[in-house]
Nanobody, 127 residues
Framework: QLQLVESGGGLVQIGGSLRLSCAAS????????IGWFRQAPGKEREGVSC????????YYREYGKGRFTISRDNSKNTVYLQMNSLVPEDTAVYYC????????????????????WGQGTQVTVSS
């Protein structure tokens, strides 16, 4: 059983930065595709950035390109999301997820079917 715990959320001003972390425990997760998702109030949860487990390519939603960077450190069983130049529209609960069956980063973000979800961490960007 894989457990995912997010951290690093908080309150930040426009233009600020945050680095989210997702620590995995229970099993080694280097064979999993992993991704970051977010859910804003009144909206559906959506994939923000994902890393597939077929070729290890990263995928970003358009709004994250140039601002967000996803990375993983398999030696630490941790995945990160560095977020820069934050805007109020980035306010949401951010979740990490892990998927064992083969998938690309894009497919995981756009049609997720993860085996595991974290509990989420709140990100609030104030104006």
């Amino acid at each position: 059983q894989l457990q995912l715990v997010e951290s690093g959320g908080g309150l930040v001003q426009i233009g600020g930065s945050l680095r989210l972390s997702c620590a995995a425990s229970g099993v080694t997760f280097d064979s999993y595709a992993i991704g970051w998702f977010r859910q804003a109030p009144g909206k559906e949860r959506e994939g923000v950035s994902c890393i597939g487990n077929v070729e290890g390519r990263t995928y970003y939603r358009e709004y994250g390109k140039g601002r967000f960077t996803i990375s993983r450190d398999n030696s630490k069983n941790t995945v990160y999301l560095q977020m820069n130049s934050l805007v109020p529209e980035d306010t949401a609960v951010y979740y990490c997820a892990a998927q064992l069956w083969s998938t690309s980063g894009r497919q995981m973000c756009e049609a997720p079917a993860p085996n595991y979800w974290g509990q989420g961490t709140q990100v609030t960007v104030s104006s």
